[in-house]
């Protein structure tokens, strides 16, 4: 004796709405918030990888405001170079962090860190050469 069992028809429209609905809440889950809430550096000046004739401070504007934590300058000897930095208690997109003297010829690195609204780390670093001796380009600092 075989007994069939018979399913009632089930809708297939409604079967693949509830699969896009379960793959739509999975994502959101599983996707880093760092996607949606984070904003980078979008400028700075001197701008990354350029060489300028003599440099007094540092610009770096980001993409929304953030409390920037931390700035340090490192020459290419890996030395620290001096910046009157202060950290922000205020979110801002714009900083500019003066440096304690004019900078001498050399290879230069950045490196920030800062607080995004929701409390999250953002970091990141350029590069720049300081070379008095370079022709003067006059440039508005560029998109990283």
Not at 32 to 61: C, D, I, M, R
Not at 102 to 109: D, E, F, I, R, V
């Amino acid at each position: 004796m075989s007994v069939i069992t018979r399913f009632p028809l089930v809708n297939s429209n409604a079967v693949y709405s509830a699969a896009l609905l379960a793959l739509a809440a999975l994502l959101t889950l599983v996707t880093p918030t760092q996607v949606w809430a984070h904003t980078s550096l979008t400028a700075s000046a001197p701008a990354n990888g350029q060489t300028v004739t003599a440099v007094n401070q540092l610009n770096l504007e980001f993409g929304a405001p953030l409390r920037l934590m931390s700035v340090s300058l490192k020459d290419d000897a890996g030395q620290d170079v001096a910046l009157n930095f202060k950290r922000s208690n205020t979110a801002k997109a714009r900083f500019v962090v003066p440096t304690n003297a004019p900078l001498a010829a050399a290879s230069y690195q950045v490196f920030w860190m800062g607080m995004g609204d929701d409390g999250h780390k953002i970091e990141g670093n350029f590069s720049f050469i300081v070379n008095p001796t370079a022709v003067a380009v006059t440039t508005a600092p560029t998109t990283e």
